[in-house]
């Protein structure tokens, strides 16, 4: 099926343990995100990349890799989980940044005990 | 960077009412600024957007005005329905530099039959 999908839906994790979120699109999109939503904070950009092996930093960046080898895939690595970042994540995508449609994807809840 | 502060945080209506909500950006670069409805369990999806060269568009029961000058933009839902109870968020796309969206922090919309 067309669209963007994360895997997994749901995932329960312990400090410290190296986690990673996965995230694919099918329409090619030149570009990809990832968004953390916390209550009172809305969504908060983590990282972005412009295409395949070009990524930057967004808001909250601290305790988290990002790689696009691919352009249709998009990982988010949490190196060594926190409780901090129990939290809903986003990934997304668009053909063009900032100035049309970003298409999210279902979202990955992600606690850490 | 942008900054984007959105209110209320709840909203609360019986069926049929309008509901209003507003959001403030700083940057007065901005010059894209979409609205997104985020259902339970789901990603948000876009609803409607606006550009700077536009001060108000309309899509059947939703609108959204644009004043510039006051760099505040607001989504205007007319007859509301109990399918509209959801989280909305506003975003603006800080056009400085690359240009990427910035949320606000959502506001939760309860429409009572």
């Not at chain 1, 983590?46 to 990002?66: F, L, M, N, R």
């Not at chain 1, 990955?108 to 005990?113: A, C, D, E, K, N």
């Not at chain 2, 568009?57 to 509209?84: C, G, M, W, Y």
Request: aromatic share 10%; proline share 4%.
């Amino acid at each position: 099926d067309a669209g963007i999908t994360q895997s997994p839906r749901y995932k329960i994790t312990e400090t410290g343990r190296q986690v990673t979120l996965m995230c694919h699109q099918t329409w090619s999109h030149s570009y990809m995100f990832w968004y953390r939503q916390d209550l009172g904070h809305g969504l908060r950009l983590i990282y972005y990349s412009a295409a395949a092996d070009i990524t930057d930093k967004g808001e909250v960046p601290d305790g988290y890799v990002v790689s696009r080898s691919k352009t249709e895939n998009f990982p988010l690595t949490l190196e060594s989980a926190t409780r901090s970042q129990t939290s809903v994540y986003f990934c997304a995508s668009s053909e063009v940044t900032g100035n049309t449609e970003a298409f999210f994807g279902q979202g990955t809840r992600l606690t850490v005990v | 960077g942008e900054n984007v502060e959105q209110h209320p945080s709840t909203l609360s209506v019986q069926e049929g009412d309008s509901a209003v909500i507003k959001c403030t950006y700083s940057d007065s670069a901005s010059n894209y600024f979409p609205w997104y409805k985020q259902e339970l369990g789901k990603g948000p999806q876009l609803i409607i957007d606006i550009r700077s060269n536009v001060g108000e568009k309309k899509d059947q029961r939703i609108a959204v005005t644009l004043n510039k000058t006051a760099k505040h933009f607001s989504l205007h839902i007319t007859e509301t329905q109990p399918e509209d109870s959801a989280v909305y968020f506003c975003a603006a796309n800080g056009n400085t530099g690359f240009q990427k969206l910035v949320f606000g922090t959502g506001t939760r919309l309860l429409v009572s039959p």
